[in-house]
């Protein structure tokens, strides 16, 4: 019996080499978890020390592994970080251009709690569609840690190695971990 299955989904930015750490945090707390990565984030990963700690493996492409599935497991809530700014633009627009993308917008138009933790610079965050794709995933209900109230900024350019040391995986899980705990609770009042 689990608390829950925790979907994590890695785009191509550094903290992407520390998923583990959330992967633990979810274990820790009894919920089962499984990455999802864009191709981009496949440079950045260690995928066995991934596949060992998850017991699945790392999904990036349409073709389902020997023996495993094809389709998306049910997924208690997801979690998309580190998410770069590429990544955030095209789920905002609903584009999906690969696995990643396409399982992501599946899984939010199933209404599962979808927690976004960017890894985004201070000049790229600062453009328009950047700002508005942040602004629209909040209008549909995504749970962007970004900003003041989330203590977590973007980072000037050049800092990212330093920034990648305090990236907010727990609070990542947390977030996603109340949020599915909400969902729950609503679905049995219904
Ligand atoms: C070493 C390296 C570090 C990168 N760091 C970041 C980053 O911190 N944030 C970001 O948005 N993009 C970063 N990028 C660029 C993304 O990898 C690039 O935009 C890529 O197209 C993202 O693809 P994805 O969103 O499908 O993962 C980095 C690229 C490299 C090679």
Redesign the pocket.
Known sequence: MTNGHLQIV??????AADVTKLISTALDRSWTAAVTA????L??LDLPAIEELAGTPVRSSYRASPGGRRSLPAASAVVIA???????N?IALGLAD?Y??TSVSELIGRHIPTVVV????AA?ATRLPFRRAVANLRDEGIHVLLGPEHKWEPHPPGS?NDRQRVFPWTTAFETAARHAHEAQTQAQHR
Do not use: E, H, Q, R
């Open positions: 890695v785009c191509g930015a550094g903290p864009t191709p981009s984030a440079d950045f580190p998410a770069t700014y590429n990544s955030i095209k690969n990643a993308m960017p890894f985004v610079n790229l990212g």
